[in-house]
């Protein structure tokens, strides 16, 4: 036992490898080296590439949800605002594209359309949907003779904007912008008619084109007021002159009697 212990006791005295400190542990076991600088170097530069590319994927990415959140705003958007054109005009008497919008600018660019109409009281009254472009949205206006224009519900982000107006007649003419095959062999009348407000209102038969663009959506609709007459009849004589209606004489009720 004893010299069992003091083979142990040599064997953990003896030195695993060069002191520290010492040449030959600065040189490392043979067959050993570190890194050279180029290695290095060509390391550090992989690192850097494969940082940058996930940094550009990660950019691209973010910019690619942001886009794809601007178009379903902008697409959502541009529907609602037909949507509310479409509606208002079934119980406008009258669309058209004024003059002058509702701060007093130029409107030949179409930038604003308006829409008017009479309540139960006969009270004339108009509205009107104006883009700003520098904002990228629509606002709506409410207006009325005597009565400034206040905003009221604003879509957005609209891109583009305009309206044009046309005459019904030309919904058969292929270089129009309501020109519609379905069309192309009807002959429609043009009529107007001037309300006689302070603002302009002209009803009729016209049809209004507008079109919205937004995040590369391209969308379109027509616009007539319910008033809107398509053609007038007028029945001067009739040739033949059509035949009497017969009413067939009232057949008698059987009468019961009673007796005692």
């Not at 044009?164 to 002959?187: E, H």
Request: proline fraction near 8%; include cysteine.
């Amino acid at each position: 036992m004893h010299t069992l212990y003091h083979k142990a006791d040599l064997a953990a005295n003896v030195p695993d490898g060069p002191a520290k400190g010492t040449k030959a542990c600065m040189e490392g076991r043979p067959g050993e080296r570190g890194f050279s600088l180029i290695e290095l170097l060509l390391a550090g530069a992989i690192a850097a590439i494969a940082t940058t590319v996930l940094v550009i994927l990660a950019h691209h990415m973010a910019r690619a949800t942001r886009a794809l959140d601007l178009r379903l705003q902008g697409s959502s958007a541009a529907r609602t605002l037909l949507d509310r054109l479409e509606s208002d005009s079934q119980t406008a008497w009258a669309v058209w594209v004024p003059v002058l919008d509702v701060t007093g600018a130029g409107n030949r660019d179409g930038h604003e359309v308006d829409f008017f109409a009479q309540d139960a009281s006969h009270r004339r009254y108009a509205w009107a949907y104006r883009f700003d472009a520098a904002a990228h949205e629509v606002t709506r206006y409410a207006y009325a003779a005597g009565i400034a224009p206040f905003s009221g519900v604003t879509y957005r982000p609209i891109d583009a904007f305009s309206a044009t107006t046309s005459p019904a007649s030309a919904i058969g003419n292929p270089a129009s912008a309501i020109y519609d095959p379905l069309f192309a062999s009807v002959r429609v009348g043009a009529y107007a008619y001037d309300y006689g407000t302070t603002f302009g209102a002209t009803g009729g038969n016209a049809i209004t084109r507008v079109r919205v663009v937004t995040a590369g959506i391209d969308l379109a609709t027509l616009l007539a007021s319910a008033t809107a007459p398509s053609h007038f009849t007028v029945v001067v004589r009739y040739t033949p002159p059509p035949s009497p209606l017969g009413t067939p004489p009232p057949t008698p009720l059987p009468l019961a009697i009673f007796g005692p």
